[in-house]
């Protein structure tokens, strides 16, 4: 119950924010505007169109994701209202996991949304309804969690700024991840070897979990890498969210 208070304070309070307003409007208007970009571009309109509205999803909520959880967490620092919250029967793992919860809800929320009115948007110009958009935009749900848990994690060791940097440099990082043993592997030998794999494993690896060029080309995510990518991307969120809270319990929230 304490944690469900939580995000639900979270959550409350990250979709009434200017940040959650102004990102909503620009990926709204971004996808109905797509139509018109395609037209400007010579080519296959319909992967045009498709190509913007995927694109803008995952730029949306990564952006979202990380901005909302830094700003929200420190400004909870900054007017000392955590002070309230942990005066009263409630850890610092309880805290933290319902800040999760509620950001991460509302990186749901928002994506739904997205979502919904991206497939309505297509509908007439594919001749159906575009199942294909939710199992993508279910992956990119765990993208944003993820990039959520890293943001949090960020938090509890530096500056507002700085958590932001770091956590697009994860972001940025994570769609290099799947090119640093194929292409840098055979180079590196011994402890460089061993530290480049623990890099690897260290940093998200976002091919899994983004089916963009597959979905424009073919209208359809293989149901073995949809699996595969919702393991990952579970997995993965639960070993960083707890990294965080191992965090919290050794710093001061108000530093």
Known sequence: MRVTAVAVSTFREAVRSRLFL????????????????????????????????????????????????????????????????????????EFLVGKFLGLVFTTGVALFSLTLLFSLYLWPQEGGYPFYLWPHALLLFFQGAILTAWALLFSA?????????????IYLSGYLTGTLLTHYGAIFKGSSRIALQALYFLLPNFSLLNWKNQIVYTSSIPTGELLNGLFYGINYTLAILVLAVILYRERDLLL
Do not use: C, H, Q, W
Request: charged share 15%; proline share 2%; aromatic share 8%.
């Open 22 to 93: 102004l990102l909503g409007l620009f990926a709204g208007g971004l996808i109905l505007f797509s139509k018109v970009m395609a037209m400007l571009v010579v080519g296959n309109n319909a992967k045009v169109v498709k190509d913007v509205g995927l694109a803008t999803m995952e730029i949306f909520i990564s952006l979202l994701a990380v901005l909302s959880t830094v700003t929200l967490f420190f400004k909870e620092r900054d007017r000392k209202t955590i002070l309230n919250v942990l005066s009263k029967p409630l850890s610092r793992e």
């Open 157 to 169: 060791l530096s500056t507002p700024i700085l958590s932001s940097l770091f956590t697009l440099g």
